[in-house]
């Protein structure tokens, strides 16, 4: 199990970018968040190395049809387990 920091920009709020992230990571048994933040989402996801490598795919090249992913970033942090399912902020 790992926790990942990822940062995504671009046309990610008000276009269901949250939602499909929360339905991709429910899918790969991913655990944290995903929160507005200005003009970013902020994701915390906690999951094996594999369910992760594949959620930060899935997310970036656009969780909903009406997102468009500018930039992300992505940081391997200390392992966050205080989530037990994923929620959005």
């Known amino acids: 199990m790992e926790s990942r920091m ?7 709020q008000g276009v269901g ?5 929360k339905v991709i ?3 790969l048994n991913i655990t944290g968040y995903a929160a507005n933040v200005r003009d970013y989402v ?8 594999a369910d992760l ?7 970036t090249e656009g969780a909903s ?3 468009n992913v500018d930039d992300y970033s ?9 989530y037990d399912r ?4």
């Open 65 to 67: 049809p009406a997102s």
């Open 6 to 12: 990822i940062i995504v920009s671009g046309r990610v």
């Open 74 to 82: 992505v940081k391997t942090i200390p392992l966050e387990d205080g």
């Open 53 to 59: 490598d594949e959620f930060v795919r899935q997310v």
């Open 86 to 89: 994923f929620v959005t902020k």
């Open 17 to 21: 970018f949250r939602y499909s992230t």
């Open 42 to 49: 902020e994701i915390l996801a906690t999951g094996s190395e």
């Open 25 to 27: 990571a429910d899918r």
